[in-house]
Each structure stands twice: as structure tokens, then as C-alpha cells.
């Protein structure tokens, strides 16, 4: 069974910068897809990035050209490089790993990590 386990979060002020990691573990698996989503207080989950093995890449708007999704396969993390940090960025962020099962694709999150963004 695949595990994520999310850090980098914190308290920043608005304007400021924070990297989040999320770090896999568990049986090989093919990977499909994996990112970041986010759930902030009387809203829904948010998809903020997602990344292919082939370095594909997408962004919500809110957070495009101030995200930055990546991986490193070697250590088995993915990366969100957030800067220009706004208060609307509060919230808890998911790591989630989408991978094959047969023909099915199965969808694992950590257990997020919270960012604070100050005014």
C-alpha cells in the first residue's frame, strides 16, 4: 500500500514563500498522476497541481505563475514551491498519488500539512 506523507507546511506572511514535500512510500506501483489539492474552511477541495512521470503539468489559476509542481522519482517526492503567498492560499494541503490498480486507477492523499498565510 502506497503512503504520503506531506511537511513543509507553516505560518508565512503574506508575500513570502514555503515548499512542501511530500515524500512516497510502499509497494511499486504505476503512477498516473500526482499533485496537490487543497481544502481551506467553508470551501470545497481545490486541485492546485498535478504532475505526470512524463513532467506533464497543470495549474488551477488562482495559483498559476506563483506554484511551482515537480518530482524527484530518485527519492520518491513530489515538491510545491509556492511563492507570493496570499491569505486565500490558507489551507490544508493533500498530497495524492494516482495510480493503476489492473485496469482502474486508484487514488491515495496524505494526511495534509496546514499553511497560514498572514495578512
Known amino acids: 500500500q502506497v503512503q504520503l506523507v506531506e511537511s513543509g507546511g507553516g505560518l508565512v506572511q503574506a508575500g513570502g514563500s514555503l515548499r512542501l514535500s511530500c515524500a512516497a512510500s510502499?509497494?511499486?506501483?504505476?503512477?498516473?498522476?500526482m499533485g496537490w489539492y487543497r481544502q481551506a474552511p467553508g470551501k470545497q477541495r481545490e486541485l492546485v497541481a498535478s504532475?505526470?512521470?512524463?513532467?506533464?503539468?497543470n495549474y488551477a489559476d488562482s495559483v498559476k505563475d506563483r506554484f511551482t509542481i515537480s518530482r524527484d522519482n530518485a527519492k520518491n517526492t513530489v515538491y510545491l514551491e509556492m511563492n507570493s503567498l496570499k491569505p486565500e492560499d490558507t489551507a490544508v494541503y493533500y498530497c495524492?498519488?494516482?495510480?493503476?490498480?489492473?485496469?482502474?486507477?486508484?487514488?491515495?492523499w496524505g494526511q495534509g500539512t496546514q499553511v497560514t498565510v498572514s495578512s
Open positions: 504532475i505526470t512521470p512524463r513532467s506533464y503539468t
Open positions: 510502499g509497494s511499486i506501483v504505476s503512477i498516473y498522476s
Open positions: 495524492y498519488e494516482q495510480f493503476f490498480t489492473g485496469r482502474n486507477i486508484t487514488s491515495t
